[in-house]
């Protein structure tokens, strides 16, 4: 069975803060994914990863930076955090060939205040 | 770039009826189609996928359609019950040389006993 975890699964932080949210797979895939989730917009793109040390961006990044240490490991940074990035962010992994199924993190809810 | 739009955002019905939600689509290049469910406090898990070679798939009381002439994607749960109570996101994705993944904005449904 697949599997991603995320951590923490829940922060709050103030304007400005540092905060970095982690993510685990362990499912041997190349591909890595940070998916920010908000009521009326989906969930939308925000950074992924098809490797260790491999980083594309996706459609916002803007206010993210992101990095893979190695295939198991990708991590989401917000250096200057703000209340507009309150959000619940999903990590997800996939191998392509195989449909490209997404395997979902149990999402990681980030409160900026 | 591409974009889904989703709807109806919210859909009530009594058990055993169907329910139907619909997305629509923008790029006609698109070639992978994803229906996801996400339960409460959980990630999104694949519900169904489908190639753009595949008009119509049906699964465990779930039928897909897929429209390419209108670009437009359906998933309709046969006979419904309190389990399918969930939030459903479609999802595209262009063609097999990118893993960038789409979402549309998300279905809350809801089936009343």
């Known amino acids: 069975e697949a599997a991603v975890t995320q951590s923490p699964r829940n922060k709050v932080t103030v304007t400005g803060g540092n905060v970095t949210l982690s993510c685990r797979q362990t499912?041997?895939?190349?591909?890595m994914y940070w998916y920010r989730q908000d009521t009326g917009h989906g969930l939308r793109l925000i950074h992924y990863?098809?490797?260790?040390?491999?980083?594309q961006i996706g459609d916002v990044p803007d206010g993210y930076k992101a990095t893979r240490t190695t295939q198991e490991d990708f991590f989401l940074l917000l250096e200057l955090a703000s209340p507009s990035q309150t959000s619940l962010y999903f990590c997800?992994?996939?191998?392509?060939?195989?449909?490209?199924?997404?395997?979902f993190g149990e999402g990681s809810r980030l409160i900026v205040v | 770039g591409e974009q889904v739009e989703q709807r109806p955002p919210h859909l009530s019905v009594p058990e055993g009826d169907s329910a139907v939600i619909i997305c629509t689509y923008t790029d006609s290049a698109t070639a992978y189609f994803y229906w996801y469910k996400q339960e409460p406090g959980a990630g999104l898990q694949l519900l169904m996928s489908v190639f753009s070679n595949v008009d119509r798939k049906e699964e465990q009381g779930l039928t897909v359609l897929l429209n390419k002439k209108d670009k437009q994607l359906s998933l309709n749960l046969t006979a419904a019950h309190p389990g399918d109570s969930a939030v459903y996101f479609c999802a595209v994705r262009r063609s097999s040389n990118t893993n960038k993944v789409v979402f549309g904005t998300g279905t809350r449904l809801q089936v009343l006993p």
């Open positions: 997800a992994s996939s191998e392509r060939g195989r449909g490209n199924t997404l395997y």
């Open positions: 990863s098809y490797g260790a040390g491999n980083l």
């Open positions: 499912n041997s895939h190349n591909y």
